[in-house]
């Protein structure tokens, strides 16, 4: 079966760029996509398809595609910045839906 | 303004039920998917189950075939999920979403907990 793999933690100085970063099989055939969780609150859609940023979140978060690894990178991270991030794909007819285990950005 | 507004979580003790309700306004509900994804205690999101815009389609994460249920009413702008046979590790808060993939709506969440 698919999986989606990210580390468990990541840790960034404000000021600084983080990149986290999702693996599986499945992202050499279909899209990625990635969300912010805050404690307390609903996700938030951050990127879609690999690298595509909605209306609304700001340019300094982006998405990159490689093979089977996507990665979101947030330039000049911010304190508002920590939460926990996920990656998700799945088949594109519906079928399935995987979310990678989470990733947590501490803001040092 | 999209709106996703879920209802029905609570306590309740394991084998027991829950039906989970989910109304939305401000899109055309039956242009869309719509799913159910959940987060238990300290751990991460995880897809429980979708249905196609008809409903005709269902789809579940394996942890949850034969227990839960999901369904629609397009008349009402509602989805819904039924869940039988609960057990302590479906405890979790249950968000409604708009779509399966890319999924830019959400509603706030309605606990579940699974507790004798």
């Known amino acids: 079966s698919y999986e989606l793999t990210q580390p468990p933690s990541v840790s960034v100085s404000p000021g600084q760029a983080a990149a986290i970063t999702c693996s599986g099989e499945?992202?050499?055939?279909?899209?990625g996509f990635w969300y912010r969780q805050r404690p307390g609150q609903a996700p938030v859609l951050l990127i879609y398809k690999d690298n595509v940023r909605p209306s609304g979140i700001p340019e300094r978060f982006s998405g990159s595609s490689s093979g089977t690894t996507v990665t979101l990178t947030i330039s000049e991270v911010q304190a508002e910045d920590e939460a926990d991030y996920y990656c998700?794909?799945?088949?594109?007819?519906?079928?399935?839906?995987?979310f990678g285990g989470g990733t947590k950005l501490t803001v040092l | 303004e999209v709106q996703l507004v879920e209802s029905g979580g609570g306590v309740v003790q394991p084998g027991g039920s829950l039906r989970l309700s989910c109304e939305v306004s401000?899109?055309?509900?039956?242009?869309?998917?719509m799913s159910w994804v959940r987060r238990a205690p300290g751990k991460g999101l995880e897809w429980v189950a979708n249905i196609n815009n008809d409903g005709s389609e269902e789809y579940y994460v394996d942890s949850v075939k034969g227990r839960f249920s999901i369904s629609r009413d397009n008349a009402k702008s509602s989805v819904y999920l039924q869940m039988n046979s609960l057990r302590a590790e479906d405890t979790a808060v249950y968000y409604c979403?708009?779509?399966?993939?890319?999924?830019?709506?959400w509603g706030q969440g309605t606990l579940v907990n699974v507790s004798s």
């Open positions: 979403a708009r779509g399966v993939l890319e999924v830019h709506y």
């Open positions: 401000g899109f055309t509900f039956t242009s869309y998917w």
């Open positions: 998700q794909s799945g088949d594109n007819k519906g079928l399935f839906v995987l």
């Open positions: 499945i992202l050499s055939k279909q899209y």
